[in-house]
């Protein structure tokens, strides 16, 4: 170990600079750092060279490098230096597949999009020899951009151990073979949110029936038997003869069922053709082959109407191995039509896709979208079941419009939604104008009315204050401080801009460091505040505190009268609680209360660059 150990702020090969320790891994560092050539984060894995795998992990980052496709994250740097070895990886910025999935499953034409990008990378990697090692949700991440991103290729199988050496029921893989399991089984997490891989994830295991993975359709209804049989046939290998068996036919079973999901007239829909090999072809129909028609699945309504194969699989096969031995199977497809036929007889067209769900605040930067946005969920609590170390640094938010479908509906809002919402717009003004004009009108009416001579009400008379009336002066902050309470806390937080938060000036703020993961501090502890010393014991019925950043959560915490300085929460009360707000911010206690020292107690921290941070500019405490 060298005499001066890697921390903040040591810059390697003369231009990273470490900036924010993500996660320890068993002594395999993992950290957030800047480019201080090109002025960009930079995720920087550190071990000793003494780690048994400080020499695999350089190998790893070599051959990660060879592989230029852009689905992975690339490898930057890689080398020894003052007694440690480290790898340079891009940064990436999104909402890992682990989150999605705490939140809820996915759509199931979205969790087959997401899994076919997957699964296209993968295929490239194959076909050069070199297999990621390591395909868990926390490694597969959606981008702000809406395009899918892999995380640790090659390296992260190094730095979290080799992959288990078997799969749930016993079998031994190989890594390629390990990835084409885990392909399978991203599929299944994203449609169930239950995880079936090779690998240990903190989304929880897969239910199973015996030696066998419970299928998809037995854990959730309505997940679709084109992708229930895909999941199926991968993790429990025997229940049918035409299971995909690499990443390329997983990845065209997934793309047949996008594309029949919108039906064979949609638009921008082009049927693919028949690769050269055989035994893909079943995954890949070709553009004459016919159509069967049939009957909806009243028991399933999000299951699409199959596209059938050369033979008469859906999805590649997968609709036949549905069907053979399904007890919850029905008759999926009718019987088969010539072309010309076909043309006299063409399919129904598929049900409107049903609307989502208005955005809400959650997992994203800033004003736009919040730390946890989800447009296929209805609202949840942006915090998760705690979450053990892993090395994704997908820590941004998800875009408005992704999956499938994000090529056509910005091109509908384009075209039709924004020149309805300029009319809207001119409406709403008039409306504003008419109203303020009424109001205008009255109070003229009404001061005519009253005369110079009128006195004034009961309530002036007895010194009563209207509604509108000044708020009260200002009660005195002699002293702030920071609370990061031990076990969980380091025991201070910025202690030198503490004094930032009370100094009248809103353009200066106290922030906390920056968390990663999750906005509850990263599971790491409950929260992080202000300590606010009014002098002596004052009557407090309401505080004004200026939040920078949106959403941020916090408490308004008051010690007991006779209490002295708190150094923890435990024996503070609770008397005000505000959830996912920004700026500034009026808190009207529940009542009012005596106390010499209130908190300004930090639960939930908005998105800040690559990760999470609370800034509060100003607090204002009245009696």
Request: aromatic share 4%.
């Amino acid at each position: 170990m060298t005499d001066n150990p890697i921390g903040r702020g040591t810059v390697l090969a003369g231009r990273f600079r470490l900036e924010d320790l993500v996660q320890d891994n068993d002594g395999a560092r993992f950290w957030r750092a800047v480019d201080q050539t090109l002025a960009r984060n930079v995720a920087v894995s550190v071990i000793d060279t003494a780690d048994p795998r400080a020499e695999a992990l350089l190998v790893a980052a070599r051959t990660s490098a060879t592989i230029t496709e852009g689905h992975f994250l690339r490898v930057l740097d890689a080398a020894e230096e003052d007694d440690v070895v480290y790898v340079v990886h891009e940064w990436g910025t999104g909402y890992s597949l682990d989150k999605m999935v705490a939140e809820g499953p996915l759509p199931s034409r979205r969790a087959a999009w997401l899994v076919k990008e997957v699964a296209d990378a993968v295929t490239f990697a194959h076909s050069h020899g070199i297999a990621h090692g390591r395909l868990v949700p926390e490694n597969v991440m959606v981008t702000e951009a809406g395009s899918v991103k892999l995380i640790g290729f090659v390296v992260d199988a190094v730095l979290h151990g080799r992959r288990q050496p078997a799969t749930p029921d016993g079998r031994n893989l190989s890594d390629h073979e390990s990835d084409v399991h885990n392909l399978a089984a991203l599929l299944y997490a994203a449609l169930v949110g239950r995880w079936p891989g090779t690998q240990t994830s903190e989304v929880p295991a897969a239910p199973r029936d015996h030696d066998r993975t419970m299928r998809p359709r037995q854990v959730r209804a309505g997940v679709p038997r084109e992708l229930d049989a895909i999941c199926d046939q991968v993790l429990n290998p025997g229940s049918s003869e035409t299971a995909p068996e690499t990443a390329q036919e997983i990845s065209a079973a997934l793309s047949n069922f996008i594309g029949d999901a919108v039906g064979a007239g949609a638009v921008g829909h082009e049927p693919t053709t028949v690769i050269e090999q055989d035994e893909h072809a079943r995954f890949r129909p070709s553009a004459d082959a016919a159509v069967p028609l049939g009957p909806d699945d009243p028991e399933d309504p999000e299951a699409t109407q199959a596209a059938g194969g050369p033979e008469g699989g859906a999805a590649g096969g997968a609709g036949a191995g549905a069907g053979a031995g399904d007890p919850e199977a029905t008759q999926a497809a009718g019987p088969f039509f010539p072309d010309d036929e076909r043309r006299q007889r063409a399919a129904p067209p598929p049900p409107p896709p049903l609307p989502e769900p208005e955005a809400r605040p959650l997992f994203a930067p800033g004003p736009p979208r919040a730390a946890t946005e989800r447009r296929d969920h209805a609202p949840d609590d942006p915090s998760r079941p705690a979450q053990g170390p892993h090395s994704t640094h997908g820590t941004g938010s998800l875009p408005p419009v992704w999956g499938p479908d994000q090529a056509s509906e910005p091109a509908e809002t384009a075209g039709g939604s924004r020149r309805d919402a300029g009319k809207d717009w001119l409406k709403l003004a008039a409306a504003i104008a008419f109203v303020v004009a009424l109001v205008l009108a009255v109070i003229f009416a009404f001061n005519l009315g009253r005369g110079p001579g009128e006195t004034p009400t009961d309530d002036q008379a007895n010194g009563e204050t209207s509604p509108g009336a000044e708020p009260a002066e200002p009660l005195e902050v002699v002293a702030v401080s920071d609370l990061d309470p031990p076990p969980q806390g380091n025991g201070e937080e910025n202690p030198d801009l503490a004094p930032l938060a009370v100094d009248g000036d809103p353009s200066t703020a106290w922030q906390t460091v920056e968390y990663y993961r999750n906005p509850r501090f990263g599971n790491l502890k409950d929260g992080v505040g202000l300590v606010l010393d009014l002098g002596d014991p004052q009557e407090v019925s309401s505080l004004t505190v200026t939040l920078e950043g949106r959403p941020t959560s916090l408490d308004i915490l008051a010690a007991p009268e006779e209490s002295g300085l708190p150094e923890s929460v435990d024996s503070l009360d609770t008397v005000a609680s505000v959830s996912d707000e920004g700026g500034e911010v009026q808190v009207d206690l529940d009542e009012a209360v005596t106390t010499r020292y209130l908190v300004v107690w930090l639960t939930s921290l908005p998105p800040s660059g690559g990760g999470y941070r609370g800034r509060i500019a100003e607090v204002v405490v009245r009696p």
